[in-house]
């Protein structure tokens, strides 16, 4: 981090300035220039506040040269991290289509879709149990009920399964759950981020609607910094003034992330767009952008489904989607 001092600051007010630092471990290399005093701050800044810096009377400018995350930062860990869920590897060259309904609805519907996806190359099964809805009155889900039929899913098909936590109190439901979801609306819900950090359970981290890329990285690293290395990142669409679509796929969130995160990074297209018949291009443009995997939405009936039909692909055409991504994987992007 740089920081320029004004040439006509207050002396005791830059002493405080660099004694502060320096209590929070940085070491300061100072440089004086013409019209200015400039500070080059060494060491881990990542809890240097930046703007209380930029705030102060003397202060003329402030840089960071380093980002404020770590343990996700590609420079501390230049290989691909691989995520382990239950055998099914995230990372490092690897290509894997999660695919299931928004929500489970009965054993039925979603121990026929896990057989018909699997079929068509699926490697896990999504499905929610505890639904984030924008209505209190849409459908909330079949909570406890949900996990069972989904732990169903897994037994008939062998498929590892991914289902999205709401609190941490429903932790001890998500035992058998190979990959725990944070939703897109609990992106910054450090509290729960804080908790599953303590666990040692994969975690399946969306990209909030309105956050960039670095808050993120940032909610990531809430994740690792209590130990729990095991985290995919996940790009869902954020909200633009675009209204043809429910949300805007972030394409170049791929190569970006790639760059400063040594961590895998899956798309959803469904909730990106919001349509079923855009998924096919969305799925195909991340794979060839270079995504560690896809996460599809997938309903037997779209037409009756309780949450999230008009996005949802029925089973025939979710393998026509697979077939086509896994056919142009090899000329994927690799950063
Ligand atoms: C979901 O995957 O079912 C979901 C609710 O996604 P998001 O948090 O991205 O809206
Ligand atoms: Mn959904």
Same mark, same amino acid.
């Given at each position: ?36 005093? %400039? ?65 489970? =609805?009965? =054993? ?36 406890a009920n949900g996990i069972e039929y989904l732990l169903k899913a897994k037994e008939a098909t062998g498929l590892p399964i991914v289902s999205e936590i709401m609190e941490f109190s429903q932790l001890p439901l998500f035992?058998? %759950? ?56 996940c790009e869902r669409g954020i909200r633009t003034f675009e209204t043809a679509t429910r949300n805007t796929l972030d394409i170049s969130a791929i190569p970006v992330l790639k760059k400063q995160t040594h961590l895998p ?71």
């Open positions: 981090m740089v920081v320029v001092v004004k040439k006509d600051h207050d002396e005791t007010q830059f002493e405080n300035l660099k004694n502060w630092l320096k209590s929070l471990g940085v070491k300061i290399h100072t440089s004086e220039g013409e019209s200015s005093l %400039v500070l080059g701050l060494v060491g881990d800044t990542s809890a240097v506040d930046i703007d209380l810096i930029r705030s102060l009377d003397i202060v003329e400018d402030v840089k960071r040269i380093q980002e404020p995350y770590k343990n996700a930062n590609r420079k501390f860990h230049p290989q691909d991290s691989i995520i382990d869920v239950n055998g099914v590897k995230f990372g490092g060259g690897t290509f894997n289509i999660i695919a299931g309904p928004c929500s489970v =609805e009965s =054993e039925e519907q979603v121990v026929s879709i896990a057989e018909q996806v699997k079929k068509s190359g699926a490697t896990m099964l999504r499905g929610g149990a505890f639904k984030p809805r924008t209505s209190p009155y849409s459908f909330q889900g079949l909570g035992d058998d %759950v190979d990959l725990i979801q944070v939703g897109a609306r609990n992106m910054q819900n450090f509290e729960l981020l804080k908790e599953l950090g303590r666990t040692r359970k994969p975690i399946l981290l969306k990209r909030g609607l309105a956050n960039t890329i670095q808050e993120l990285l940032m909610s990531v690293e809430y994740i690792m910094a209590g130990g729990n290395e095991n985290v995919i990142l990074i899956v798309i959803d297209p469904s909730h990106a767009c919001g349509i079923s018949a855009y998924v096919k291009p969305l799925a195909m443009a991340a794979t060839a952008a270079g995504a560690d995997g896809l996460m599809i939405e997938v309903h037997n009936d779209p037409q009756h489904a309780l949450c999230d039909g008009a996005q949802s692909l029925t089973p025939q055409v979710f393998d026509d989607v697979a077939k086509c991504c896994f056919a142009i994987r090899p000329y994927a992007y690799k950063a």
